[in-house]
């Protein structure tokens, strides 16, 4: 109830945040990598370092992190088979993987594994489809119902919870 | 945090109230005001990476502690414990102290334990993930210490677990014979199963290729157009019979002529199609006859499964040798066995690219591919080691040297054999000398290890002989091990000497039967050891062999005891065999008979008509052409 609350929380702070669409969509599409792929790994750092760098949402990258965890975890196989093609089956590639797993710090990010290999692809796949379709969704409900959700009661208890309280504290 | 874009101070924020009337906020409005980074960031960001080093700081080497014994444990399919480990980044150095490797083979005992251990790293290496040793120092080891705690059985799925799986497994393979000394007068009757006898088996099996053989032959017999093409030629001879050559004119003769060409033609593909007939008979013959003497050869093993069903005492010393020191050597062997094929698998030949199973974690492991490039560091490499280690106590206590040169994960690479000798010089206790050596050759397509291991004045163990309430305590004596892996192909050698046998009596003595005590009484007089123990053939199926000086000992003994009275019951049993395959088998070896002697009836008959037939063509064209024309 209280994760649940809390993606509510988060759902709404993004949604009602002074971010543009654009700005969300690229911290969704983003944090999205940070789901669909094993955590502790190289390129994840780079996602975080973009994250927080970036004008973009980092609200929106922590959220679309946490819903695309389960998503990720779901997909594993279909990375795993992803990334056995790319590794073993398709042979022309392999002077590219060779000269990448013998190359300081390339090495450090661990595309020799078929899953963190096949995550990356589908995350870099679907950048431009994640980004353009939450920035649409953005918009849409900031034009359809946004405000009615502000001036809801339900949006009003949830922003007046301690959490959202929280969040104001830190925001800029 | 920022949760959103930053906003200029003093600027309007990005995101209102829609205006009256109005549209969606406008994307293109705000763009001027969009600045790419947002500096701001970098200050969380730094935190982010001081709290990290903080952690690291503060955990990393528990962490990096607890990764070595995973992986350590996963890659030795046995437990590893490390009680300290600090890693120092800037001269990349890793002091490991108090590592204990649990012995795989019994849980209760640690094969290694080292208090220090230091590493030196090269650090360019570490930026490919590639781990190369330019020192590495080892203090105070002890070997074969008992554990506080029994070592935890490593969960299944990695190489090295599986590996202890198959090799013992590979050890169960053995038929290691049981020394037994039941009495003779014991054995009243012999119940055997038929269903058990694989001679039986083999004859019932062979029953049914008979038929089926018999049925082929019989079908591609009369597949052959014999009657048709002799009525052919017949018909043929009599139109032609009485025919004279003149009245035909040139046409007509020389028609006539190639008729009976034509028909001789037939006759000799005929021939031809019974010649390969006749040949396939014979090999089908051959063949089965081939089963009959497999049938034999079954019902020799069939004899010794039954005298081992009632337990008959064997003479042959082998035999003996094998039930006296057949589980001893197959444990040893097993083990050496065991790294063997453990560092196979580390140590792969070849610059393919190797898949491993990827690092454990919440999400899939996947599968990890190492790519290998001609002329680069490989994953792992120690260049070279020497090792002083005193081991301070348990029986090999004393001083030990030794040497590791050019261990790799990528022996291609390195192009070289690895190398490692550990030697020891040092009396006063269990082990005078001991000396092990070994070659592990990756480098070429046909991976060849070597080990050999020589140990002089060792307190060798005492083992218990099978089926009588003894101990043999060899003493101090030396034994020897070398192990050949070439290919898929084992030779290993065991021996063991002693000149101080003594025996020991079970402290739970039971009464022994007669063969019991006149086997232990020989036993017990004998005052040296001598054996010699061979494991070779292909790793999956390698054959045991044993001689000693006691098997030859007991056998002789038994031979001169009940010798006459272990014939006739091998006698019986044999008689037994005999009656219950020769039911069986009887009726097999005369389909097979029977089964020759048709096809060898039915292609004399055959021959016998297309020559006679062959003959009267002949005859014919010979009269036409009044002998200057001959068939082919």
Redesign the interface.
Same mark, same amino acid.
């Given at each position: 109830m209280l994760a649940l609350l809390k993606f509510l929380q988060s759902l709404a702070?993004?949604l009602?945040?002074?971010?543009? *669409?654009?700005?969300?969509g690229l911290g969704v599409a983003l944090g999205a990598a940070l789901g669909l792929t *094993?955590i502790?790994n190289a390129h994840n750092l780079v996602v975080? #370092?973009l #994250?927080? %760098? !970036?004008? %973009?949402?980092?609200? =929106?990258g922590m959220l679309a992190w946490g819903i695309f965890v389960p998503v990720?975890?779901m997909l594993?196989?279909l990375?795993?088979r992803i990334?056995?093609w790319l !590794?073993?089956d398709a042979t022309s590639l @392999?002077p590219l993987?060779? =000269?990448?797993?013998?190359? *300081?710090?390339l =090495?450090?990010t661990?595309f020799?594994?078929?899953? &963190?290999l096949?995550s990356v692809i589908v995350w870099l796949v679907l950048f431009l489809p994640l980004w353009l379709a939450s920035r649409f969704a953005v %918009?849409r409900y @900031? &034009?359809t119902i946004?405000?009615r959700v @502000?001036e809801s009661h339900f949006y009003k208890v949830l922003s007046a919870s301690q959490f959202y309280n929280v969040?104001r504290w830190?925001? *800029? | 945090m920022s949760t959103a874009g930053s906003v200029r101070s003093g600027d309007a924020p990005v995101y209102g109230p829609p205006a009256a009337g109005g549209g969606p906020p406008n994307d293109q409005a705000m763009k001027p005001r969009l600045a790419i980074f947002r500096w701001k960031g970098i200050i969380p960001l730094i935190l982010g990476l001081a709290l990290v080093a903080t952690v690291w700081l503060l955990f990393a080497d528990r962490l990096l502690r607890s990764s070595a014994e995973e992986a350590g444990t996963r890659a030795l399919g046995t437990e590893l414990d490390v009680a300290t480990l600090h890693f120092d980044l800037v001269h990349t150095s890793i002091q490991l102290n108090g590592v204990a490797i649990a012995d795989p083979f019994d849980a209760r005992r640690n094969l290694l334990e080292v208090k220090q251990l230091f590493v030196q790293l090269e650090p360019e290496p570490l930026l490919e993930k590639k781990l190369v040793i330019t020192r590495l120092t080892i203090g105070d080891v002890r070997t074969g210490t008992p554990r506080s705690t029994p070592a935890r059985p490593v969960a299944a799925g990695g190489f090295a677990p599986s590996a202890l799986h198959e090799m013992q497994q590979w050890a169960k393979q053995f038929d290691v014979p049981l020394l037994s000394l039941t009495p003779i007068d014991t054995i009243k009757s012999i119940a055997l199963d038929p269903a058990q006898l694989s001679s039986i088996k083999a004859a019932l099996a062979l029953g049914q290729r008979a038929d089926s053989t018999r049925t082929n032959l019989q079908r591609s017999f009369t597949s052959l157009p014999l009657q048709a093409t002799l009525d052919s030629s017949h018909a043929l001879l009599t139109r032609l019979q009485g025919v004279n050559v003149r009245t035909l004119g040139l046409t007509g003769a020389r028609n006539a002529v190639a008729d009976i060409r034509r028909a001789s033609a037939r006759v000799d593909s005929l021939k031809t199609q019974i010649e390969g007939l006749a040949t396939s008979a014979k090999t089908a013959g051959d063949s089965l006859q081939a089963g009959l003497r497999a049938v034999d050869d079954a019902r020799r093993a069939d004899y010794e499964f039954a005298k081992r069903l009632i337990k008959l005492p064997s003479f042959d010393a082998p035999d003996i040798g094998s039930a006296l020191f057949g589980k001893v050597t197959i444990d040893k062997v097993q083990q050496a066995v065991y790294w063997t094929e453990l560092a196979r698998q580390y140590m792969p030949p070849g610059l393919l690219p190797k898949p491993s199973p990827g690092p454990p974690r919440l999400r899939a492991s996947g599968t990890t591919v190492h790519f290998v490039r001609p002329q680069a560091y490989p994953r792992f490499l120690l260049r070279r080691a020497d090792v002083d280690v005193t081991v301070s106590d348990g029986p090999g206590r004393g001083k030990y040297v030794g040497a590791v040169q050019d261990a790799t994960t990528e022996p291609a690479l390195v192009g070289k054999p690895m190398l490692f000798a550990i030697q020891r010089a040092a009396n006063g206790s269990a082990v005078d000398s001991l000396r092990i050596t070994g070659t592990l050759d990756h480098a070429g397509a046909r991976p060849r290890d070597v080990l050999t291991v020589q140990a002089g004045g060792m307190e060798l163990p005492n083992f218990p002989i099978p089926g009588l309430p003894y101990r043999a305590a060899p003493g101090r004596g030396n034994s020897a091990l070398r192990l050949t892996l070439a290919g898929d192909q084992l030779d290993a050698h065991w021996s063991l000497a002693s000149g101080k046998l003594a025996w020991i009596a079970d402290s739970a003595a039971r009464k022994m039967n007669t063969i019991e005590s006149l086997v232990a009484k020989v036993l017990t007089g004998v005052p040296a050891l001598q054996m010699n123990a061979q494991i070779a053939g292909p790793i999956k199926a390698p054959k045991l062999a044993i001689n000693s000086n006691l098997d030859r000992v007991v056998a002789d003994q038994l031979r001169s005891v009940v010798g006459s009275q272990v014939a006739a019951a091998e006698a019986k049993v044999r008689a037994r065999v005999d009656s219950l395959v020769d039911e069986k088998a009887a009726p097999v070896k005369a389909k097979i008979a029977t089964v020759r002697a048709e096809a060898d009836q039915r292609i004399a008959d055959a021959r016998t008509k297309l020559d006679a037939e062959k003959q009267k063509l002949d005859a014919q064209v010979k009269q036409f052409s009044g002998g200057l024309v001959r068939l082919p």
């Open positions: 702070k993004t009602h945040s002074e971010g543009t *669409p654009t700005q969300i *094993p502790m975080l #370092l #994250l927080a %760098v !970036l004008n %973009v949402s980092f609200g =929106a990720g975890f594993d196989p990375f795993d990334g056995h !590794l073993i @392999r993987w060779t =000269a990448w797993d013998n190359t *300081p710090v =090495a450090l661990n020799n594994n078929t899953v &963190v096949g %918009v @900031r &034009v946004g405000e @502000r969040y830190f925001r *800029p | -």
